[in-house]
């Protein structure tokens, strides 16, 4: 049996037994009821009865018959008692309904109401049958003479009570069929939440869930139609570097603007760059619909920044090897150059060429070396002084340049100096000023470098000045940039530092990047 029907059944249970508990009440309390007031209508009979004075006289004469049978019978007649007896102080019948029991002890004791108390709705079996009577006594100053004892039977408020409980399962029918209804809507609303699931199969949901939730390698976050996180795994807590709070509201936390951008347009998104804390990350966004009804928005995180840091790295490697390759060819053509002199016999020539070849102020890995010592810093400004060549720019070393130690995370400097020095170039390329040109400062202050680009290119434009640094802003016409700043900032605030756009002042620059770089640099030994 399906557990929605079992359910069903027990509610339906449940309101059978309130309802047949609450009618065995009903009828217990109402024939008692029922009783105590045939009682009480016996009792004050009997005491309009004994406050009459020719029965107080007569009773007290012990004269049967007579003026008390005349009462006794207007009185039963009236009132439709069973019937009004009257008997003297010893319990012997005055009056009686059946008028051969005159002269008779009564058949129930009289005691009671002798000894001066109301007897009240005792139900008892005498010579007319079963009925419920009361008595009371007749009292002649401070003397009881007798007692009068009116009854009614036992059918009167059995007859009431039936019609009064007719009445009550009436009520009570109504009450089953309402509570009947009430749990096959519950039911049916039951059945329609859990989408027709049994428990075990909602069971196996969940730890299937948890299961797939939490043994995956991606970070997963849903949110439902409020925008409200209802769903996450501890591996999108730890990709996006914040606690997600199940009911928490998407806008109170503090998160990448494309997450935000990704749940509040609701559409798809493919492999979109975002960064959180110190990761780049790869943002997958569906919209979840139920009957062609929106319940939501799932997003999936993986972890590029590995990939991203190898990439970068290979990018530099790569630089490098092409400005290595071209100085390579450039050399081998001034050997030749030099070969061909000396094969010719112009030796004055020769000598000539190589002080030319020497005086040459053209930027060189050896003659970087004079400024900067570090190997990685060096390589990094020739493979950016080969681009720029080709591009027709020119890079330069500011004259102030002095980095006399090595640093202590090449990837770090490397992805600080190489985003700003690209965007300086493609700034100075795009900008109206020639030559275009770029130049780089490397300042050594204890273990903190200090870097700075400024190029000649327009500038940075008003309106972007507070969101240059935010992921997806960028200047570039061409789509999927918007990244190489906030890695910058990213980077140099891992190390405790910071990127900031300065004042270039007045005169031919553009745009001036100043960068911070705490701890990068080992010590002076």
């Known amino acids: 049996m399906r557990f929605s ?33 045939y009682g009480r209508r016996a009792l004050a009979i009997a005491k309009s009865v004994a406050a009459d004075p020719v029965v107080v006289a007569n ?72 009925s419920v ?15 009068v004892s009116v ?31 009430a749990s096959a809507l519950l039911n049916r609303r039951l059945r329609r939440v859990t989408h027709g699931l049994e428990p075990h199969e909602l069971t196996e949901l969940l730890y299937e869930r948890e299961a797939v939730l939490h043994g995956i390698g991606e970070g997963v976050l849903a ?47 493919d492999n979109l760059l975002a960064v959180a804390g110190n990761r780049v990350l790869v943002i997958n966004s569906r919209a979840v619909r139920l009957d062609d009804r929106p319940i939501g928005t799932v997003l999936t995180f993986r972890d590029r920044t590995d990939l991203d840091t190898l990439t970068r790295e290979l990018d530099g490697i790569r630089s ?21 002199l000396l094969q010719l016999g112009h030796h004055t020539e020769a000598v000539e060429y190589l002080q030319t070849l020497t005086d040459s102020p053209s930027a060189h890995p050896s003659e970087l070396g004079d400024a900067v010592a570090d190997p990685y810093l060096q390589a990094l400004l020739v493979a950016k002084t080969e681009q720029a060549q080709e591009k027709g720019l020119t890079l330069k070393l500011a004259d102030d340049t002095w980095v006399p130690t090595t640093v202590t995370d090449p990837i770090a400097a490397n992805t600080v100096i190489g985003n700003l020095v690209d965007n300086a170039l493609h700034a100075a390329r795009m900008g109206p000023r020639r030559p275009a ?47 190489g700043l906030a890695l910058a900032r990213q ?35």
């Open 5 to 37: 029907r079992q359910v069903l059944l027990l509610q339906i249970g449940v309101v059978v037994l309130v309802v047949g508990l609450g009618v065995a009440l009903v009828s217990v309390l109402l024939r008692s009821t029922l009783n105590d007031q």
């Open 59 to 130: 009773a007290a004469a012990k004269v049967p018959g007579g003026p008390l049978e005349d009462r006794v019978l207007a009185v039963t007649k009236v009132n439709d008692a069973l019937f009004v007896v009257i008997t003297d102080d010893q319990g012997i019948r005055l009056a009686h309904p059946t008028t051969s029991l005159i002269g008779q002890r009564v058949s129930t004791s009289p005691e009671l109401a002798l000894a001066g108390q109301d007897e009240v709705s005792a139900v008892q079996n005498g010579t007319l049958g079963l």
């Open 133 to 147: 009577r009361s008595k009371t006594p007749i009292w002649q100053g401070q003397r009881v003479v007798g007692e």
């Open 151 to 181: 009854g009614f039977e036992v059918g009167d408020p059995t007859g009431d009570f039936n019609r009064l409980l007719v009445v009550t399962l009436l009520f009570a029918g109504g009450a089953l069929l309402l509570g009947a209804g």
């Open 223 to 269: 949110v439902d139609e409020a925008h409200r996180v209802s769903v996450r795994n501890d591996e999108a807590e730890r990709l996006l570097g914040t606690e997600l709070p199940i009911g928490a509201a998407m806008a109170e936390l503090e998160l990448s603007p494309r997450v935000h951008k990704a749940v509040a347009e609701g559409r798809p998104v």
């Open 320 to 340: 490098l090897s092409d400005g290595l390759r071209a100085q390579r060819h450039e050399f081998a053509n001034r050997l030749h150059t030099l070969y061909g």
């Open 437 to 483: 040109t770029v130049e780089i400062g490397l300042l050594t202050d204890g273990t903190t470098l200090h870097v700075s680009v400024v190029d000649s290119g327009p500038g940075v434009p008003a309106d972007l000045r507070r969101t240059l640094f935010d992921e997806g802003v960028s200047t570039k016409i061409a789509p999927g940039h918007g990244l």
């Open 491 to 525: 980077a140099a605030r891992a190390h405790g530092g910071d990127v900031w756009l300065a004042d270039a002042g007045e005169g031919e620059t553009g745009a001036l990047f100043v960068a911070k770089l705490p701890g990068m640099l080992t010590e002076d030994g």
